[in-house]
């Protein structure tokens, strides 16, 4: 909730370049789930699952991207996911030469408190 009338710099205007009014006692919030399916960011395939997209670093949502919140309130747990990730990805390609899908059906999404498979991981691995 807005503590008091401020401006956001962007979103209003037919083209969403213009500031944006916000009276004071105004709730505001976002969509989680909408923020990295926005068209006007990642393309008309914004649905589609195209991690290369991401590949020359041309593609820069800024906020529009946003995986452990931002600002004052960004996930204090972001550095130790990351350092996470990166050692089991790691240690993935140093063991195994491929992966592949075995997953049967198309992508299904299970919404929950994070976004999932609803079929699990089915992958199969090749020792390197």
């Known amino acids: 909730m807005a503590i008091r009338d401020t401006v956001l710099p962007l979103g209003g205007g037919p083209d969403a370049l213009e500031p944006v009014f916000v009276p004071k006692g105004t709730h505001a919030s976002y ?3 909408v923020m990295p399916r926005r068209k006007d960011i990642y393309g008309l395939d914004a649905d ?3 991690p290369e997209r ?3 670093g041309t593609l820069q949502p800024r906020w529009g991207f946003l ?3 931002g600002g004052p309130r960004i996930c204090i747990g972001q550095r130790f996911a990351m350092a996470e990730a990166e050692y089991v990805l790691v240690r993935m390609v140093q063991e195994f030469r491929t992966l592949e899908s075995q997953d049967p059906g198309p992508w299904e ?3 929950a408190l994070t976004l999932c498979s609803r079929n ?3 992958v199969s691995l090749t020792a390197a």
Do not use: Q, V
């Open 109 to 111: 999404e299970s919404l």
């Open 120 to 122: 699990g991981t089915k």
């Open 54 to 56: 991401w590949l020359d």
């Open 67 to 69: 995986p452990f919140n």
């Open 48 to 50: 589609d699952f195209r």
């Open 31 to 33: 969509n989680l789930y």
